[in-house]
């Protein structure tokens, strides 16, 4: 195979993989409305209760395609699997399909390589992040910027790839600085759920604290791993 088919190849899978993305988007965008009023929600539960299997693996596509796609809110899927599987269920799906999401994205960066990331992600974002490419520390500033909220972590699912970083390093480190926020926002749902107002308190509590602490550190966080990187050049 030539070059040029090489390039015809690659094009055609980049156009396969966004296709797939559309049309799974598309058949589920009925339930991410749902998910967005309480009539619908009541649906789901019901689904859930009468299908079980159904019911998981339709929350298992919206949670891979809001780590995927990006276009459906994190918090209000995550919320949601509290409220149709409980706190600790809905925690593991959560894992489960956030893994699987991020696997994808992984694997498909690696194969198709920057521009591939440039047609997805903002290119600021890109340029933001550049000092992962070559910092000692990747492995420490992705669990690092993972763990941190408001960090826009559907961009640096797609970023961290281009590293170096190895994918068991990536998925192991990826995941545990996720999973509090997952936990929060499950045990939130079934809180949610059950009517329990002191777990739904404790909760937004936390994420509050959380979202300060994102606010009032995230530039601090990234500048010292720029300037890491600077004086490393130097």
């Not at 996720?178 to 939130?188: A, D, E, G, Q, Y």
Request: glycine fraction near 8%; hydrophobic fraction near 55%; aromatic fraction near 10%.
């Amino acid at each position: 195979m030539n070059q040029k088919q090489k390039k015809a190849v690659r094009i055609g899978s980049v156009v396969i993989f966004f296709a797939v993305m559309i049309i799974l988007t598309v058949v589920c965008w009925p339930v991410v409305k749902m998910i967005q009023s309480d009539e619908g929600r009541q649906v789901l539960k019901e689904l859930v209760s009468d299908n079980l299997l159904l019911g998981v693996v339709i929350f298992l596509a919206l949670q891979i395609l809001q780590i995927v796609v990006a276009l459906i809110p994190g918090a209000v899927v995550q919320v949601l699997g509290g409220v149709l599987f409980g706190g600790f269920w809905g925690t593991i799906l959560c894992i489960l399909g956030t893994f699987l999401g991020e696997a994808i994205v992984f694997y498909v960066v690696r194969r198709f390589g920057r521009p591939f990331v440039e047609a997805v992600v903002d290119t600021k974002n890109i340029h933001k992040f550049g000092f992962l490419q070559d910092t000692r520390k990747c492995e420490l500033a992705v669990f690092i910027l993972f763990l941190i909220p408001i960090m826009p972590k559907d961009a640096l699912t797609y970023i961290a790839p281009l590293t170096d970083i190895k994918p068991s390093s990536f998925f192991l480190l990826s995941m545990l600085a996720r999973s509090p926020w997952l936990v929060v926002s499950n045990v939130f749902g079934s809180g949610l759920e059950s009517g329990n107002f002191l777990i739904m308190v404790v909760m937004v509590a936390i994420v509050a604290v959380g979202g300060v602490v994102g606010i009032l550190y995230k530039d601090r966080i990234i500048n010292a791993f720029r300037n890491a990187r600077k004086t490393k050049s130097n």
